[in-house]
């Protein structure tokens, strides 16, 4: 037998290639790896001494040869395969390892372009690619972790078809997510002919929404991003509705430049507070709903110590979401054993959502808009404490479902209304729970009636910030004009469904 092997990582190799040449397997090999192996005792042919052409273009062409493909691809049951390799004098190649240039990790590094097409590899796809065409008669190992299931199946006896088949997918499998990282990079459309993407699992989850269904974790190989490099401190394991809702917990919070606190339930924000303080901003957003918050997240955008982790362990949660937390606070917070402690330094990022369809994929970008303008459209002219609670509400109400209404003063939440099929139902809801004379209303679109104004003035709002663009404006304008309240037009609107 004949073994072709050329890696990047080095991790087990050795530990592979003593184990091959032990069972009397031949080692052919190129560059870097053929130099490791040998300096560590390992008897290896150089690829040169096959092919009888040395390596040029720095490296790029050196197992593109007819002597390496050709050991390779001849499939051993077909004679005139068989016959054709013998009469050319090419040696069948019967395991094929390598793993590629690292270009998932220097895509996103502070190099030039042209570097970074450096790191596009070329030979080692090629090779993987045939060697899993043929895979009835190849074993390919593109992945380190299956080196001990081929060591364990080759002292057995043989490494079984079954096996090398998903060896071989494999193969496919990580060049669809490798070749999409490249065709990525590499184009400037937004919206590419083929949406390509590359995603490698993270973790297996224990369930998805639901205890019936499965769920996996994925991360990109290629774009940063908070849910990406979120470190866990304490707790159970993540599950696929608690990233869900660190996400959006999360977003929420890095809208803020001030202290921000947000609380969760079921994807939507049940409480959103500024503040000078992590306690004070905690405080504020649980008393928007001191009942939804159990058993719900709480995400800060700075650092949470250890006053907060003291109020924060008297009710059941299950994470808590910070940049950073002090030694007194991590202290208190791990004496709640399930408790999910998750640290995040990296801001909310993401360009583009995906949503997957029944056979079909919707893409769009982010929500990153804020506003156009806030453009006063009533006789009444808010003020600037007003102006500033508007902004509030316009960046919490875009992470509540539609219908979302939200109702804020002094950079706190007292109400928020979201997922119903019309506008009155989440106003009403909100305005009830909120019950503050000068609040603030702020809804994700616009008002097709003038109802929502006659709701406001019975709950004596301060002022609506909502984004206009209805045919019926002037009705709402002419309402809060006769009940004196302040409205303006943002001109963007926030639908979340």
């Known amino acids: 037998m004949r073994a072709l092997i050329s890696v990047f990582y080095k991790d087990g190799i050795l530990e592979m290639a003593q184990f091959l040449e032990n069972r009397g397997v031949e080692i052919v090999s190129t560059g870097g790896t053929y130099k490791y192996l040998k300096e560590n005792g ?3 042919i150089d690829i040169t001494e096959v092919t009888g052409f040395p390596e040029i273009l720095d490296g790029r062409v050196k197992t593109l040869n007819p002597y390496i493909h050709g050991g390779i691809l001849a499939i051993r049951d077909n004679k005139e395969h068989m016959a054709k390799i013998a009469e050319k004098n090419i040696t ?37 690619r045939a060697a899993a065409k043929n895979f009835q008669d190849v074993i390919v190992i593109s992945d380190t972790k299956d080196y001990d299931e081929v060591k364990r199946q080759m002292e057995a006896g043989e490494v079984s078809l079954a096996f090398k088949k998903k060896l071989a997918g494999k193969v496919f499998n ?17 919206y590419n002919e083929y949406y390509n993407i590359s ?18 974790y994925y991360v990109s190989t290629t774009e940063k991003g908070a849910m990406k490099d979120i470190e866990q401190l304490n707790g159970k394991e993540l599950s696929y509705n608690n990233f869900k809702d660190m996400d959006i917990a999360w977003k929420v919070v890095c809208e803020f430049e001030e202290t921000a606190c947000c609380a969760l339930k079921h994807n939507t924000p049940c409480g959103v507070a500024v503040s000078d303080t992590t306690l004070d901003a905690y405080n504020k957003a649980f008393e928007c709903d001191p009942t939804s918050i159990f058993g719900g997240i709480v995400a800060f955008n700075k650092e949470v110590d250890a006053v907060t982790a003291e109020k924060l362990v008297e009710i059941f949660l299950e994470i808590v979401i910070a940049p950073g937390f002090t030694a007194e606070a991590l202290e208190v917070l ?5 408790l999910r402690v998750i640290k995040c330094e990296t801001k909310a990022c993401d360009t583009h959502e995906l949503v997957k369809v029944d056979g079909g994929l919707l893409v769009q970008q982010s929500d990153r808009k804020l506003v156009d303008e806030y453009k006063v459209v009533t006789e009444k002219a808010p003020t600037e404490a007003q102006l500033k609670d508007m902004e509030f509400g316009m ?8 219908n979302a209404i939200v109702v804020v003063k002094d950079g706190k939440t007292l109400g928020i209304g979201g997922g119903q099929v019309n506008r009155i139902w989440p106003a009403k809801d909100a305005l009830e729970r909120a019950n503050t004379e000068g609040a603030i209303l702020a809804s994700d ?3 097709p009636f003038g109802d929502i104004v006659d709701e406001c003035a019975k709950y004596k709002v301060g002022a609506i910030v909502q984004p206009g663009g209805s045919v019926n404006d002037k009705l709402s304008v002419e309402n809060c004009n006769k009940y004196g309240i302040p409205m303006v037009f943002t001109g963007i609107r926030h639908f979340k469904h």
Not at 175 to 189: C, P, Q, R, T, V
Not at 199 to 211: Q, T
Not at 334 to 338: A, G, R
Request: aromatic share 14%; proline share 3%; net charge negative.
């Open 334 to 338: 791990k004496k709640k054993k399930n």
């Open 92 to 128: 069948p190649i019967d395991i094929v390892i390598v793993n590629l240039y690292p270009f998932f990790d220097k895509v996103n590094e502070d190099l030039s372009f042209e570097e970074k097409v450096e790191f596009i590899d070329i030979g080692g796809p090629t090779m993987l």
């Open 445 to 447: 679109a616009f008002f």
């Open 199 to 216: 995603y490698k699992k993270s973790m297996d989850l224990r369930y998805g929404e639901n205890g019936h269904q499965t769920a996996a």
């Open 395 to 402: 960046k919490v109400v875009k992470y509540v479902k539609s």
């Open 174 to 190: 990580l060049m669809s997510a490798y070749d999409g990282a490249i065709a990525n990079f590499l184009l400037e459309d937004e």
């Open 42 to 44: 390992v008897k290896v």
